[in-house]
């Protein structure tokens, strides 16, 4: 008998997973003693050289010395990570191991970092063959990763809870990543001053990150739309539902209260720093089930494609546009496009990211007014022309936006090439 002898074609049933959570100022100096209960012994901490230059990664390591585990770190992780940068970062872990146990501490570049570290140690292979498709083979992880614990440093991404890791291929030029519960950390701690010494730049665009992932997630298709799946089909976004829903929402007010205030106090104003954090992980919780959808889907050739952009507050070793910028410089026009599916979640969404906000005459322009007037205020890039990109551009980069068909397909409405083109066209400048 198989699920649909009873005739039924539409879905019934959503998933909805995350990691234990440690939240709260001083968190991260309980990372010792955790993973003591997770029964490691051997221990890679994993960052970045900007952060392994401060204090946090050293912390981590005594935190874990002081109860007993030998732990060493790796600070080789590249800031938007490559699967060339991943392939060094295994090699490294894969000889100097083994180890029972990873700490995760930076933004997403780490935390996914680590993700494919723990599963290509594990089980010894190549990153392709867990990649997603038509990329790669989307095998599922043959069995239990080591314990991982997470530990973020950006108010961004939500890494910490969510079930994937995205690298960019450089051979293919394109973003993409592997997608399966078995990658979600086993415990994240979030330590909001962790985020003091984030620069103004990053804490804009990664916090524009998390307003895309409660967005996204809040307006993507309702689970119950789409066709049933056999158990062994069902994949880690499942649309947005009842569940995920109550964290984005939370989410958008969070950032409503405490986003500006982060990016123009953020050295002092703690509260707006755990607000913060508190919105990242929240959003995380939300669209690390739900889904995202065109902003993101964008946002893979906007990255990929990037020509001579150095943003500041970033390395400025290479050129790139960083993922929270990629991701909401076309999201005013996307929603916009996504206004008439659900006019009603685009108008709350509005109402819980800006409660003050002048009621703009057209509807469908309320939501990308508020975006409009948030990302003016704190500094990020108009449109895509300001990463540098011009209207001739845009035929190159909707192809690398219709591989994405997995993001695609959470839209709430069916996306062509066309609509894909238009939005690319109208988000050269957004104001
Ligand atoms: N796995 C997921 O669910 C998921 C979701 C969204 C994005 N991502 C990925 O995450 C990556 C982006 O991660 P991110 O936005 O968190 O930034 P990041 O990890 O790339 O870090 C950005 C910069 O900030 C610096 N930095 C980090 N913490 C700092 C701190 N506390 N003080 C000072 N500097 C600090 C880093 O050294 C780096 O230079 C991208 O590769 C993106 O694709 C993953
Ligand atoms: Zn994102």
């Known amino acids: 008998m198989t699920d649909h002898d009873d005739g039924r074609t539409e879905e019934t049933i959503f998933t909805w997973g995350a990691p234990p959570l440690k939240f709260g100022p001083g968190a991260s100096d309980e990372v010792g003693f955790e993973m003591t209960q997770l029964g490691a012994k051997r221990v890679l901490v994993l960052t970045d050289p900007g952060l392994a230059a401060g204090e946090v990664p050293h912390r ?12 060493e770190i790796f600070d080789g992780v590249h800031v938007e990570p490559t699967d ?3 392939d060094k970062a295994i090699g490294y872990a894969t000889e100097q191991g083994p180890w029972d146990g990873f700490v ?3 933004g997403g570049s ?3 970092t680590a993700k494919a570290v723990n599963l290509l140690t594990t089980y010894p292979g190549q990153l392709m063959d867990y990649i997603n498709k038509p990329v790669g083979k989307a095998q599922p992880p043959p069995g239990p990763l080591k314990p991982l614990i997470a530990i973020p440093t950006t108010a961004g991404t939500g890494a910490e809870s969510t079930a994937m890791c995205i690298m960019d291929v450089l051979s293919l030029k394109v973003k993409t990543g592997i997608s399966h519960w078995r990658l979600r950390p086993t415990l994240a701690i979030v330590d909001p001053l962790l985020t003091m010494t984030l620069p103004a730049e990053v804490t804009a665009s990664t916090g524009m990150d998390i307003v895309c ?8 298709r309702w689970y119950q739309t789409y066709d049933r799946k056999l158990p062994e089909e069902r994949v880690t976004y499942c649309g947005s539902n009842p569940v995920s829903d109550l964290w984005s929402e939370r989410a958008m007010s969070l950032l409503a209260s405490s986003f500006r205030r982060a990016v123009h106090h953020g050295t002092e104003d703690v509260e707006a720093r755990s607000n913060m954090m508190m919105a990242a992980t929240f959003a995380g919780m939300g669209f690390g089930n739900a889904g995202v959808h065109i902003p993101h889907a964008n946002a893979y050739p906007i990255a990929g494609m990037v020509k001579d952009y150095h943003p500041a507050g970033y390395p400025q070793d290479e050129p790139m546009v960083p993922h929270g910028q990629s991701v909401s410089l076309t999201a005013p026009e996307a929603f916009r496009f996504s206004f008439e599916s659900a006019p009603e979640r685009h108008l709350r969404a509005a109402a819980l990211m800006a409660p003050d906000h002048d009621k703009h005459n057209n509807p469908a322009e309320q939501l990308p007014s508020v975006l409009v ?7 990020i890039p108009n449109g895509i022309g300001g990463v540098g990109f011009s209207e001739s551009d845009v035929p190159d980069l909707v192809p690398g936006t219709m591989k994405q068909q997995r993001l695609l397909a959470t839209c709430p409405r069916e996306v062509t090439e066309e609509d894909i083109e238009r939005i690319l066209m109208n988000s050269i400048e957004n104001w």
């Open 213 to 220: 992932h409660a967005l996204e997630s809040y307006t993507a």
């Open 104 to 106: 995760a501490v930076g």
């Open 373 to 379: 007037d948030l990302m003016r205020d704190i500094g």
């Open 60 to 71: 981590i390591l005594e935190s874990l010395q002081r109860y007993g585990i030998s732990a």
């Open 110 to 112: 780490v935390i996914d």
């Open 84 to 86: 060339d940068s991943m």
